[in-house]
């Protein structure tokens, strides 16, 4: 796969038990603590996002948690808990004690709310992408990390702060979605230990399990038929892709908010290395989510292509039409696989 020089990033990193500390600190010395995540939130954004609302506010402290984008909340994680105390963006403070990203591999994936981030007293960056460009003032990344969730995971058990049913429903789904239910590469001993911590602490495994992945739409059901039946191999790329248009969300009544894990499908073709879905967004730019299996890299072919992500699944927006955006694709894989 492409090789591109990388701005400073998180390689190597792991979250220190100091650092750590100095977390717990920062917020038991805050009363005003701002939370956020990223734009199109995945479960982990969420799970991360709405499991640390719930614990600081137990803690008594004043929670502002907001997402860039609300009307983004995809509908498969309404059940989540604290989702009521979500705020708009607005009511977001200007200069808090503290501010805490999750998710984020860098300030621009809080969009809106990246000023606010940014005009804290103390910002706190809590992440699991090797790319994170590490734009804390504290930097809890730990690209070995599952997820986000895990992370959070961790900080509470450092700052004694208990996980309650609902805070742990919270996690284990942002732990459940990123490692393809504990399938991807990334679900490493630690994370089914934390994922086993939250199942005693309550967390309702048969409810996200449900909830997430067996409520699917009949509308996003036709939709996944469309791409299905639109998929292409290419043998000597190893890549298997499909598309769909705006115009398919018109005709079936699927949203693209309930496409995450459309990816999925393809990613099951034998013989294949790397899946590629391009979605079409209602400006006409196109999304392209990247997956990976055998050991293919993809988070370098979608931060050659303007976008970021991890080894096993990534993305990037394209600014091209549908058409236009596979031809870039397909240039950047064959590049990789000469170069
Ligand atoms: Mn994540």
Redesign the pocket.
Known sequence: MVIVADKPDARGRTVREEDLQAAVRAVEKSTVVCLSSHVNP?G??LGSLLGLTLALSAQGKAVYAALPRPEQFPPQYHFLPGREMLRDPEEIPEGADLFIAL?CSNAERLEGLRPKAEGARFLVNVD??EDNNLFGHLDLVDPGAS??SELVYRLLRAGGWESTPEVATCLYT?LVT?TGRFQHRNTSPEALAVASELAAAGADLALISREVYESQSLSYTRLVGRALERAEVLEDLGLVFSYITQRDLRETGASLQETEDLIDHLRTVRGTRVAAILKELEDGKVRVSLRSRDGAEVGPVARALGGGGHANAAGYTSDLDIEGSLARLLEVLRRGRHG
Request: aromatic fraction near 0%; charged fraction near 40%.
């Open positions: 995945d982990d954004a998710d699991h992408h997820s986000t942002g990123d």
